[in-house]
């Protein structure tokens, strides 16, 4: 049995790549950076960074979801943003509507490009769960 515990939304590049969408270790779970896409795995959005804030935000809710855990379970978000100096206030005030009265440790990056051409954002987190709390189903 292996020590972590690995989730998927099975979209093509998980495979391509080789990764998860998240990583549960005890009670630490790692998720990578999401994105604004469907279930099926097509990207919403372009051009408009709100949207894919928002949708980026709503996958990290599913993932979150699959642990059991919530928004205030997030010890540290990492945001990736193309054209930083555009979008900063935007990010900012994404993060707040999200978080609403929670404190996470919090890091904006600007960045050149992310892996699909139209994307301007993304979010990845690390998360504390209830260490009582069983493995996924």
């Known amino acids: 049995m292996s020590k972590f515990e690995h989730f998927g939304f099975g979209v093509p590049w998980e495979d391509a790549a080789n990764y998860s969408q998240a990583v549960r270790a005890g009670d630490l779970l790692f998720i990578s950076g999401q994105l604004s896409h469907d279930p099926e795995g097509n990207f919403l959005g372009e051009g408009d ?57 919090m890091n904006v990056l600007g960045v050149e490009a992310l892996a699909f051409s139209p994307q301007l954002i993304e979010i990845g987190a690390t998360v504390v769960l209830d260490p009582d709390s069983p493995p996924s189903v």
């Open 49 to 105: 960074f709100n949207l894919q804030a928002e949708r980026s935000f709503a996958n990290l809710d599913l993932v979150l979801r699959r642990f059991g855990a919530e928004r205030t379970d997030i010890a540290e978000v990492n945001g990736y943003v193309v054209d930083l100096r555009t979008n900063f206030d935007a990010i900012l005030a994404a993060c707040k509507r999200y978080f609403g009265e929670h404190r996470p440790a």
